[in-house]
T-cell receptor
Framework: SAVISQKPSRDICQRGTSLTIQCQVD?????MFWYRQQPGQSLTLIAT?????????ESGFVIDKFPISRPNLTFSTLTVSNMSPEDSSIYLC????????????FGAGTRLSVL | AQKVTQAQTEISVVEKEDVTLDCVYE???????LFWYKQPPSGELVFLIR??????QNEISGRYSWNFQKSTSSFNFTITASQVVDSAVYFC???????????FGKGTKLSVIP
């Protein structure tokens, strides 16, 4: 499985600001995913990020609020824009395993608190 | 659309007891995959197992075993002789064949008491 590093691991932000979360993988992967886990809840897919194309967003998530970059096969960023307390969550990136894309491996997540 | 139900929100067991975590998966797909992930207090999701819908053989890995019953759409996870390190939230999930989208259940928080 790939080694996935997320930065920052946690942050406390003020309402109205933006935070960019980085996801670095130790090998080249085609598919990267971003999830949100609200407090005490399950994971919800925000978007799928393929290198060289626009991210595909799930229902309820929009690019203006969660812009995503995927500049190469080992890196992606998710920005949480114009934050409100409702954005307080854990944000996790994952990658599809090479040769077996149905298995996803996850980073440690970014714990975001918005005041 | 898929739906994953983990009816047990929280379970507490005493160390060395066996515990079974339940999962029911609903889908119209004839071929699909089922997963279990572990989320310890540190937050990362750890992949435990993937099972194809056409493979109903039980699987055992050390103290972990999984029982897939296609007729009841259940994919239950048993930990034998539980240990404190097993304390975590366990998520069951599923995806359609060829789909990258994982649908997760709400998770079951397991507490193993010394």
């Amino acid at each position: 499985s790939a080694v996935i590093s997320q930065k920052p691991s946690r942050d406390i932000c003020q309402r109205g600001t933006s935070l960019t979360i980085q996801c670095q993988v130790d090998s080249q992967v085609t598919m990267m995913f971003w999830y949100r886990q609200q407090p005490g809840q399950s994971l919800t897919l925000i978007a799928t990020a393929n290198q060289g194309s626009e991210a595909t967003y799930e229902s309820g998530f929009v690019i203006d609020k969660f812009p995503i970059s995927r500049p190469n096969l080992t890196f992606s960023t998710l920005t949480v824009s114009n934050m409100s307390p409702e954005d307080s969550s854990i944000y996790l990136c994952s990658v599809g395993s090479q040769g077996n894309q149905n298995i996803q491996y996850f980073g440690a997540g970014t714990r975001l608190s918005v005041l | 659309a898929q739906k994953v139900t983990q009816a047990q929100t929280e379970i507490s067991v005493v160390e060395k007891e066996d515990v079974t975590l339940d999962c029911v998966y609903e889908t119209r797909d004839t071929t699909y995959y089922l997963f279990w992930y572990k989320q310890p207090p540190s937050g990362e999701l750890v992949f435990l197992i993937r099972r194809n819908s056409f493979d109903e053989q039980n699987e055992i890995s050390g103290r972990y075993s999984w029982n897939f019953q296609k007729s009841t759409s259940s994919f239950n996870f048993t930990i034998t002789a539980s240990q404190v390190v097993d304390s975590a939230v366990y998520f069951c999930g599923g995806s359609g064949a060829g789909s990258y989208q994982l649908t997760f259940g709400k998770g079951t928080k397991l507490s193993v008491i010394p």
